[in-house]
């Protein structure tokens, strides 16, 4: 039974750079989420898609951010002009669709950003 | 006001001992899920169990039991028999139903340390 799998496990990046991360969510799963966490906090909402379209964004994912799931699969998290303050882990997250707050999220590897 | 609320910021085990992890939340919809994740040194979350803010009998699986206390809006993790591969971080997370949204708020989190 595959997980929820993301690439790169690490990026190291100049401040000023554009990094994409992608995020293949467990296939019969049509909602994906997206999370960053920093060091010692629990970890943040950025956005979520249900198939291709993106249905909630956080106030969090600032006009740098974009975030896209183009035939309802993977998705992939640009961010442009990357600032030291992205520095984080950004975790992925899918779910089966259920007719209950019961739907548990299942989530990848993450992937540990450190901007320079 | 905090939403999910872990004031251990970490604890202590010896190993075959019980030990508990504290979870107070804060909503005003009738209608949520409690979750708590486990975060090994990975990276990688890992879902534990879940409460519905309706069951009226306490989630357990496993080793793991939640002791839920509506009136209080506490969601205690339990651990029983702890093992070494328990020690990792302990996050608890809330799912409010009413709003709409999908996203999971998480608290802080708790460094659970299993001593032989």
């Known amino acids: 039974d595959t997980g929820v799998s993301q690439d790169p496990r690490h990026k190291i990046t100049k401040r000023g750079q554009n990094v994409t991360f992608r995020c293949d969510p467990i296939?019969?799963?049509?909602?994906l989420y997206w999370y960053r966490q920093t060091l010692g906090q629990g970890p943040e909402f950025l956005t979520y898609?249900?198939?291709?379209?993106?249905?909630?964004k956080s106030r969090l994912l600032s006009d740098r951010f974009s975030a896209e799931r183009p035939k309802g699969s993977f998705s992939t998290l640009e961010i442009q002009r990357t600032e030291q303050g992205d520095s984080a882990m950004y975790l992925c997250?899918?779910?089966?669709?259920?007719?209950?707050?019961?739907?548990?999220?299942?989530f990848g590897p993450g992937t540990r950003l450190l901007v320079l | 006001a905090q939403k999910i609320t872990q004031t251990q910021p970490g604890m202590f085990v010896q190993e075959k001992e019980a030990v508990t992890l504290d979870c107070t939340y804060d909503?005003?919809?009738?209608?949520?899920?409690l979750f708590w994740y486990k975060q090994p040194s990975s990276g990688e979350m890992i879902f534990l169990i879940y409460?519905?803010?309706?069951?009226?009998q306490n989630a357990t699986e496993g080793r793991y039991s939640l002791n839920f206390q509506k009136a209080r809006k506490s969601a205690n993790l339990v651990i029983s028999a702890s093992q070494l591969g328990d020690s990792a971080m302990y996050f608890c997370?809330?799912?409010?139903?009413?709003?709409?949204?999908?996203?999971?708020?998480f608290g802080k989190g708790t460094k659970l340390s299993v001593i032989p």
């Open positions: 296939s019969e799963h049509n909602r």
């Open positions: 997250a899918s779910s089966p669709k259920r007719r209950s707050h019961q739907e548990t999220q299942y």
């Open positions: 909503t005003s919809d009738p209608s949520y899920g």
């Open positions: 898609f249900q198939n291709e379209a993106q249905l909630e």
């Open positions: 409460q519905g803010s309706y069951d009226q």
């Open positions: 997370a809330m799912r409010e139903a009413g709003a709409g949204s999908y996203q999971l708020t």
